[in-house]
T-cell receptor, first 114, second 111 residues
Framework: EAQVTQNPRYLITVTGKKLTVTCSQN?????MSWYRQDPGLGLRQIYY???????DKGDVPEGYKVSRKEKRNFPLILESPSPNQTSLYFC?????????????FGPGTRLTVL | GDSVTQMEGPVTLSEEAFLTINCTYT??????LFWYVQYPGEGLQLLLK???ADDKGSNKGFEATYRKETTSFHLEKGSVQVSDSAVYFC??????????WGAGTKLIIKP
């Protein structure tokens, strides 16, 4: 089954404790992206990757890191989480990221930073 | 800069009612426009899209027409069902790779 998986689905952590949210897709997609979803703000893009070893900042990259060492995986790293990073995070992938390509979303990771 | 504005929710309707969710945008040129749906506990799914002015996107009984005169892309459905209860997001494409999203509109359908 074609899918985007994220782990963990729920995470409660404390300020400053480094964490990684994993994202994996099994569709051989070139393009992957991370979003955060906050009430009243919709989705905002954090980082995206157009292929292995090619990443770029989205609209809200501060406080986050990403890497794309393999085509299927695109982990999101919070080196020193802060309470304002409490949010619902979605990973997405598409064949090439171009205009007409549909993005497939993972189920989301709800992060709480205390 | 580019932006998308959606009507605030929640929108509460009875089953079989007519649905309209408003979406307007601000952008340079004529970007592609999308509607995504998020069912409870799930990720977003593409519902429909339109890539140029006057195009009509449709899927699962939902429709939206790209109106460049009014910079709008309103979502409509003639007869909603309880299973349509979800959050609906309007979005526009900036450049080739970035989507700009509206805040989302929660739809509640009562039997």
């Amino acid at each position: 089954e074609a899918q985007v998986t994220q782990n963990p689905r729920y995470l409660i952590t404390v300020t400053g404790k480094k964490l990684t949210v994993t994202c994996s897709q099994n569709m051989n997609h070139e393009y992957m992206s991370w979003y955060r979803q906050d009430p009243g703000l919709g989705l905002r893009q954090i980082y995206y990757s157009m292929n292995v070893e090619v990443t770029d900042k989205g609209d809200v990259p501060e406080g986050y890191k990403v890497s794309r060492k393999e085509k299927r995986n695109f982990p999101l790293i919070l080196e020193s989480p802060s309470p304002n990073q409490t949010s619902l995070y979605f990973c997405a992938s598409s064949l090439s990221g171009r205009v007409v390509d549909t993005q497939y979303f993972g189920p989301g990771t709800r992060l709480t930073v205390l | 800069g580019d932006s998308v504005t959606q009507m605030e929710g929640p929108v509460t309707l009875s089953e079989e009612a007519f649905l309209t969710i408003n979406c307007t945008y601000t952008a340079t040129g004529y970007p592609s426009l999308f509607w995504y749906v998020q069912y409870p506990g799930e990720g977003l799914q593409l519902l429909l899209k339109a890539t140029k002015a006057d195009d009509k996107g449709s899927n699962k009984g939902f429709e939206a027409t790209y109106r460049k005169e009014t910079t709008s892309f309103h979502l409509e459905k003639g007869s909603v069902q309880v299973s349509d209860s979800a959050v609906y997001f309007c979005a526009l494409l900036r450049g080739n790779y970035q989507l700009i999203w509206g805040a989302g509109t929660k739809l509640i359908i009562k039997p």
